[in-house]
């Protein structure tokens, strides 16, 4: 097995900011993640290197832990040989010396040798750092290593730590972009396999094999799993059984996790047939509008929060053209009445992560000490609200989904009657949902399309299908 690296000083370069950002406080605990058994031990699903061990330490293996003290500078990497048993069934690896150097660490120790650092220096009173874990075998061991409960976990969590690993990975470096635009370019043609193999009679799932076949050929996989339907309402929706009918839409949400790990986040939402019904291009350029004006907006120093309340504001505007909405487009943004057609947020950060660094906290990826987030249906979706920077790597993608559950429950309740007109909302009840979604790099002076460039106009995509 050939491991996958950018050359070792990258990472000796990160750590040294890390280590620069915690100063003489202590030691840093960075877990790495080992396989997860899918049904029974030895039936592992793809390993998954964590992001941010990946991100100072390199090496995609699993079973390995690190530390780096920030008193004395030392880094160490824990891990194990591998037995006969292991090269026998799964292949040999460098040794753990090996890789360690291949990341410019000369320290290492076997994995277990990890437990008597982070004692001697909680017994010498020195803090332990550690990032919330997220994969419960991490959370045992830490619990067990620190000797403290599992609930009590989240008390030792560093937050010093957290908003130093974020205030890193959170500037795309060039090296990164050119991953990034690698992968985005990947979803890219996923997307257009998908695109050109829908026609009426397919399944859902014949769909989602061609976005993985494309992966595949390109050395990726899927970042998270596939989002591949004609009932683009369920924004998160995984099932893959539906048959493919003339006039519905498919809304395809699928993205390239590549060799580096780097992702990308892409949604087209397309008809089944060679063409939009006019309702279904309506609504299409409702959405396109918003998107439009919200990648107009993106610079340094503006809020994603002011952009995708610009966004809903947006669809407002254009869901009263079809008399779909009525009143005030402000009024109602302000009263939430968008929410019965966007419920979620405009986008979120984008990185090795699909939501990048989720697992690290909303409260300080999208959001600042100054800027929390809002707990309102709607608002309590947006991942992202903070001020834009340079070097920031986002999505942008509004949509307008047609809840029936969620008309009954407010119609019945009357909810924002000024704004929304219900009877003509009652007659789209099987609309389905639309989203478009593209990846950006926020640059000194505005934004940059990251990827190929993927067909969106209503005429690009109708041409797409011929
Ligand atoms: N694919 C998940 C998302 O768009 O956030
Ligand atoms: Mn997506
Ligand atoms: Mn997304």
Redesign the pocket.
């Known amino acids: 097995m050939k491991l996958q690296l950018f050359n070792k000083q990258v990472y000796v370069d990160r750590r040294a900011a890390l280590k620069q950002a915690i100063g003489q406080d202590g030691l840093i605990l960075l877990l790495g993640n080992e396989d997860s058994s899918m049904n029974y031990k030895d039936n592992c699903y793809p390993f998954r290197q964590d992001s941010s061990f990946l991100y100072y330490f390199g090496l995609d293996v699993p079973m390995l832990a690190a530390i780096i003290d920030a008193d004395s500078g030392e880094e160490v990497i824990f891990g194990d040989e591998l037995s006969m048993d292991d090269i026998i069934w799964t292949g040999t690896l460098p040794s753990v010396k090996e890789m360690a150097s291949l990341v410019g660490i000369t320290e290492t120790r076997a994995y277990l040798q990890v437990v008597h650092y982070i004692h001697k220096a909680i017994t010498s009173g020195r803090t332990v750092h550690i990032l919330p874990p997220y994969r419960p075998e991490n959370k045992i061991k830490l619990a067990t290593w620190l000797n403290v409960s599992l609930d009590d976990v989240a008390d030792h969590v560093s937050i010093k730590l957290i908003k130093a690993v974020i205030a890193q990975r959170v500037i795309k470096t060039p090296l990164e972009i050119e991953q990034m635009q690698n992968a985005v370019s990947i979803s890219v043609d996923m997307q257009l396999a998908v695109i050109k193999h829908t026609r009426p009679g397919r399944k859902e799932y014949e769909l989602v094999a061609k976005a993985e076949e494309a992966a595949m050929a390109a050395n990726a996989r899927l970042g ?1 799993p596939a ?1 591949i339907t004609t009932h683009g309402q369920t924004l ?1 929706t995984h099932y893959h059984g539906n048959t493919l009918q003339e006039g519905r839409m498919v809304l395809s ?1 699928i ?1 390239a996790e590549n060799a580096m790990h780097y992702g990308g ?1 892409l ?1 087209r939402t397309f008809p089944v047939g060679r063409s939009f019904t006019t309702r279904q291009k309506e609504l299409y350029e409702v959405v396109l509008n918003a998107m439009d004006h919200a990648i107009c907006m993106l610079k340094p120093g503006v809020r994603y929060k002011d952009i995708h309340l610009a966004a809903c504001q947006k669809l407002v505007e254009g869901l009263k053209q079809v008399n779909l909405m009525k009143g005030n487009a402000a009024e109602a943004v302000a009263e939430g009445a968008h929410t019965m057609f966007f419920q979620c947020g405009l986008g ?1 950060m984008l990185g090795m992560d ?2 990048d660094m989720e697992d690290l906290g909303e409260p300080y990826v999208g959001y600042t000490d100054t800027l929390k987030k809002e707990t309102v249906f709607g608002l309590k979706s947006l991942r992202l609200g903070r001020g834009l920077e340079a070097g920031f790597v986002l ?1 942008v ?1 509004p949509g307008i989904y047609i809840i029936p559950e969620l008309i009954d429950r407010w119609a019945a309740e009357k909810k924002c009657a000024d704004f929304i007109n219900y009877d003509v909302l009652n007659t789209y009840r099987d609309f389905g949902g639309i ?1 478009i ?1 593209d990846n950006f790099l926020i640059t000194e002076r505005g934004s940059h399309l990251l990827g190929k460039y993927l067909p969106k106009s209503l005429m690009e995509i109708e041409g797409l299908k011929e």
């Open positions: 998270y989002i998160h949400d993205g986040d949604t979120h699909t939501h999505t993608e989203r979604e």
